[in-house]
Nanobody, 120 residues
Framework: VQLQASGGGLVQAGGSLKLSCAAS???????MGWFRQVPGKEREFVAS????????YYADSVKGRFTISRENAKNTVYLQLNSLKPEDTAIYYC???????????????WGQGTQVTVSS
């Protein structure tokens, strides 16, 4: 399956964005996740959601501000970003979860990311 993230942009601190991740095929039986990466730094986990949306998990740095959701009928996963901070600036990637952890090797089908820039 191929994944395409979209919805990024430039926003002021305190603002909001909603990212979308569209899959080329069926993802309804897979957990999905979002990661982000700043140039020169390691890609870091942001959020994950299981196949039925009954379980979500967030990095401490975004907990209470970001919300992951999905629409299986549309093969799409979302990430709502609220109360954005300059340190949230990064390229955001979505990926399919293939095993039980929250590390990069636990995910595959990485798509092209979408840039989020938060100005102070």
């Amino acid at each position: 399956v191929q994944l395409q993230a979209s919805g990024g942009g430039l926003v002021q601190a305190g603002g909001s964005l909603k990212l979308s991740c569209a899959a080329s095929g069926r993802i309804s039986t897979y957990g999905m996740g979002w990661f982000r990466q700043v140039p020169g730094k390691e890609r870091e986990f942001v959020a994950s959601i299981n196949w039925s949306s009954s379980v979500t998990y967030y990095a401490d740095s975004v907990k209470g501000r970001f919300t992951i959701s999905r629409e299986n009928a549309k093969n799409t996963v979302y990430l709502q970003l609220n109360s954005l901070k300059p340190e949230d600036t990064a390229i955001y990637y979505c990926a399919r979860r293939r095993s039980g952890g929250y590390r990069i090797p636990d995910f595959d089908s990485w798509g092209q990311g979408t840039q989020v820039t938060v100005s102070s």
